[in-house]
């Protein structure tokens, strides 16, 4: 099971990225994805969460309403779509991925490498 997230860079505040999760070595649509980030000094903090059916989503209140979270599976990939981006945004983002739904914490059983994402004009 390999998780790669792609997409991170310097944006301004306003701006948006796309981050991409890429998975391989497992059939992502039986897989719900999560998505984290950690800041500097501060504790890793739950982004957003598809289940593997779509059929729910979750966010952070920090994130409600500026970041979507979407999967094709056909494409192996997931997506966090992050608009009105804000100096509080940046970090470095990960994604994760366990069976079936949503976890309720943070128990996800594969965790991919991370994508720095910076705010900042």
């Given at each position: ?56 989503t ?6 409600k309403?500026?970041?979507t ?10 997506h ?6 804000k ?5 470095v ?5 366990v069976?079936?739904?949503?976890p309720v914490?943070d ?7 991370g ?7």
């Open positions: 099971v390999q998780l790669q997230a792609s997409g991170g860079g310097l944006v301004q505040p306003g701006g948006s990225l796309r981050l991409s999760c890429a998975a391989s070595g497992f059939t992502l649509e039986y897989y719900a994805i999560g998505w984290f980030r950690q800041a500097p000094g501060k504790e890793r903090e739950g982004v957003s969460c598809i289940s593997s059916n779509a059929g729910s979750y966010y952070a209140d920090s994130v309403g500026r970041f979270i979407s999967r094709d599976n056909a494409k192996h990939t997931t966090l779509q992050m608009n009105s981006l100096p509080e945004d940046t970090a983002y990960y994604c994760a991925t069976p079936g739904a949503c914490a128990e996800y059983d594969y965790w991919g490498q994508t720095l994402v910076t705010v900042s004009s």
